[in-house]
């Protein structure tokens, strides 16, 4: 595991430990967990202790006395004249459950919602480096631009940012609807935008307001895990829809069993990238509007689209007001931002705006007072202009890279739009096995299985992130994961 990925994994698990322990106590503590939860893995070599003193800006003697506790209780092993390995005491003892996170294990007390959200969760420690999905390369953003913009809004005579908001801010909602105007067809008067914190609470405030315990979503088979989890933990009935080339393809039965929300992602469906065709889009808004049904179209990443202009909306498309549009600035600006915003039906918009108040209640002004100038300066489109750029050279060299490395083993799709690339396997493997030694060798990847909801349907394959990785460290972590892979082929 590389030096980046393991100094990231110990700040997170040291931002978890308590401000007062010693800093001895808190690296200890905090290496412990990642040993126990799996994030660091058997076998994994940690870095000497001068450089992790460097990294993490410790004392070495810090470091020193935390891995000597390790070594006495058995967590790491030293090898003469090697270094330090977390040693295979844990995994000897039992088999990982659930993926590695940064919470316990506890379930008591919980509620079976509670335990079902533990249960199914899927996201990740690490959310950077070669080659995870789903995310920018922060390193790029106008960080200077940034700052001048907030400091331009957070102080003493605009306090009145700093309060709640009901409406959200009104030049931002005007900026967007221009914005969408131009890049994703859409004639929306700003009033129909209400402004949230990702994607995540947006699906949660459609499953409250539209819909009730058990009654029935689609979602894409294969689709984003994320959106299946905020919906079930809702209390909605999971029901898979499969695709096909043409994008989301239910049949006369499944219609016959109408769903109360559809969710999908027509412009560069995830993870496969399938665009879906015009005559898919005309029959999915028809089926909604015979039936009752409300889409939400999920709009991560298209303006990140790198061989043609960016496709329309399904929300643009539909006359009859049933589509919610979700849109974020996780992708194309930063995921900590933590700021998306939802296109709604006119009828719809009053009950949104009052929903969203009472649930989450509305803030973070001052960033969108900053986003708002930040849009309608052109510095938005400059910089994705910039990046799209960037991310089309990363996604032709992992192209290549995979390619001359693992020829017809594998079939890629996607890559018209977005951050990643997807690879399915011409032979069964079992894909998590392959992304749990790859990341074991410090390379991040998602199988294709998890995207399933129903295990029945999965296909092998891999997720690969293209985006955050420099053109220099694709080919060496691609050599890195090909090793992995054909140790299963
Ligand atoms: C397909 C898809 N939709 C939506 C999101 C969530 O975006 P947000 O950061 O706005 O919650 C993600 C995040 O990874 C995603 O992959």
């Known amino acids: 595991m590389e030096l980046r ?36 893995q058997q076998g994994v070599k940690l870095p000497p202790t001068r450089m992790l003193a460097e990294e993490l800006d410790l004392g070495r003697n810090t470091v020193v006395r935390a891995y000597e506790q390790l070594l006495v209780e058995g967590y790491l092993e030293g090898r003469v004249g090697d270094g330090t390995y977390v040693s295979n005491v844990v995994d000897a003892a039992s088999k990982p459950a659930a993926p590695k996170r940064l919470i316990g294990t506890r379930r008591e007390g919980l509620s079976r919602r509670g335990t079902s959200i533990v249960n199914s969760a899927a996201s990740s420690v690490i959310q950077n480096g070669a080659f995870m999905p789903g995310v920018p390369d922060v390193d790029q953003f106008p960080f200077s631009l940034w700052r001048r913009l907030l400091g331009k809004y957070l102080h003493a005579g605009q306090s009145r940012l700093l309060h709640y908001t009901h409406l959200g801010y009104g030049p931002l909602k005007v900026a967007l609807a221009g914005y969408l105007r131009v890049t994703r067809m859409m004639v929306v008067d700003p009033k129909q935008i209400v402004v949230i914190n990702g994607s995540h609470q947006g699906l949660d405030l459609c499953a409250r307001m539209l819909a009730d ?19 079930s933990a809702a209390g909605l009935e999971i029901s898979p829809i499969s695709l096909d080339a043409k994008g989301l393809a239910p049949t006369a ?54 061989d043609e202009r960016p496709v329309a909306s ?47 209640r509305g803030g973070r002004m001052t960033e969108q007072a900053a986003l708002a100038e930040f849009i309608d300066d052109g510095h938005f489109t400059a910089h994705i202009k910039r990046m799209r750029v960037i991310y089309q050279e990363r996604r032709d060299i992992l192209r290549q890279e995979m390619e ?39 390379v991040v990847c998602r199988p294709l299985s998890m995207y399933y909801a129903d295990k029945h349907n999965s296909r092998a394959g891999l997720n ?19 090793r992995v892979i054909e140790r299963h082929l």
């Open 5 to 40: 990925l393991i100094v990231e994994v110990v700040t997170q698990y040291l931002d978890q430990q308590p401000a007062a322990d010693k800093l001895r106590i808190r690296l200890y503590m905090a290496l412990r967990q990642a040993i126990l939860d799996r994030t660091l």
């Open 213 to 231: 315990q058990g009654d029935r979503v689609w979602v894409e088979e294969p689709g984003y895990w994320g959106a299946r989890n905020v919906l």
């Open 253 to 306: 039965d499944d219609w016959a069993q109408p769903p109360r929300l559809v969710f999908t992602s027509p412009s560069s469906q995830y993870p496969t990238g399938t665009v879906m065709s015009l005559d898919r889009r005309l029959e999915l808004l028809e089926g909604a509007f015979q039936s009752g049904s409300w889409i939400i179209e999920d709009d991560y990443d298209n303006e990140l689209r790198y």
């Open 314 to 360: 399904l929300f643009g498309l539909c006359r009859r007001q049933r589509v919610i549009y979700l849109g974020t600035l996780s992708k194309v600006m930063f995921p900590g931002i933590r700021l998306a915003y939802m296109v709604l039906p006119e009828d719809l918009v009053d009950a949104f705006v009052i929903g969203n108040s009472e649930l989450y």
């Open 404 to 442: 001359s490395r693992l020829g017809n083993a594998v079939s890629v799709s996607g890559g018209h739009a977005g951050l990643q690339l997807l690879y399915r396997f011409n032979a069964p493997v079992d894909d998590a096995q392959i992304a749990a030694q790859s990341l074991a060798e410090g």
């Open 464 to 482: 690969l992130g293209f985006a955050a990785v420099p053109e220099k460290a694709i080919a060496p972590a691609v050599a890195t994961l090909v």
